[in-house]
């Protein structure tokens, strides 16, 4: 594990949505729109990152697309909305496929977008053909050994970059042969060096397609030495998401 100030991060998020003293919320406003959340289902609106990405993805009319670890569904409602023809949301988490669905409906797309349960590809057909693949990847990097602690941390932990690894491994044989693949990261929280590293190994060339940064008070994160290491004079840590653009080289 290489970036202790993301697994410092990740492990506050994971902790604030898991409080017993958090309000609980069944819907939530994001890009304009309303959503349905369910219990167990990362919440999109605790940080910017889940919105900016869904906002920067190239949506095309008449494409075939996936929102993969989709949980409540918002990616893959928008590709509906901007003419998508076939969306597909996948997670592993069985309540964030219903999520997905249910948003479907709320959003009038339900006839264009199906969810299913599934670990990265595997519930997809093996002839399945997309145009598009986007993921909001758990891109806080924790010890290879970690066991997951319950579904909210599968939204936010990828224990030693095996997932990324996986899914560039398996991506290919879902794509056409002009096919993009979109992953949302952060260059400070994440390992970004190593989500290249999979890409290249596995043929693909990467880029970024845009990037936000975000000022975000070191206070918010107690006296966590680590936090306290990375902050500047204002008592400020500079963050940033990112979203990244794959090729076939």
């Keep these: ?59 095309e009319r008449g494409s075939r697309f996936l929102e993969l670890g989709c949980g409540a569904g918002v990616a893959a409602v928008l590709a509906a909305q901007h003419g998508a023809t076939r969306v597909l949301a996948t997670d592993i ?5 219903e999520n997905a669905r249910r948003n479907a409906e709320r959003h009038g797309v339900a006839d264009r977008v199906t969810a299913l349960t599934s670990d990265l590809f595997d519930a997809l057909d093996p002839a399945e053909l997309l145009d598009t693949v986007f993921w909001n990847t758990p891109f806080i990097e924790a010890p290879a050994d970690r066991p997951y602690a319950g579904q909210i941390e599968r939204a936010v932990f990828d224990p030693g970059y095996g997932l990324v690894n996986r899914f560039f491994r398996d991506v290919a044989r879902h794509l056409t042969a002009d096919g993009r693949v979109y992953l949302g990261t952060s ?58 653009e794959f090729r076939r080289r």
């Excluded at 988490?93 to 496929?97: C, D, G, M, R, S």
């Excluded at 390992?191 to 940064?213: C, I, V, Y």
């Design 1 to 59: 594990m290489d970036n202790e100030l993301g697994y410092e991060l990740g492990t506050w998020v994971v902790s604030q949505i898991q409080s017993p003293d958090r309000p609980t919320q069944s819907t939530f406003s994001l890009l304009g729109r309303e959503w349905d959340l369910l219990p167990e289902v990362f919440p999109p609106y605790t940080d910017p990152g889940p919105g900016l990405f869904a906002s920067w993805v190239p949506y």
């Design 187 to 244: 260059e400070a929280m994440g390992n970004p060096f190593k989500m290249l590293r999979a890409a290249d190994e596995a043929g693909f060339e990467g880029k970024r397609h845009r990037t936000e940064s975000v000022e975000l008070p070191a206070a918010d994160f107690g006296d966590s030495p680590v936090v306290k290491a990375h902050t500047d004079d204002r008592g400020i840590v500079h963050m940033d998401f990112t979203l990244y």
């Design 93 to 97: 988490n069985p309540a964030a496929v």
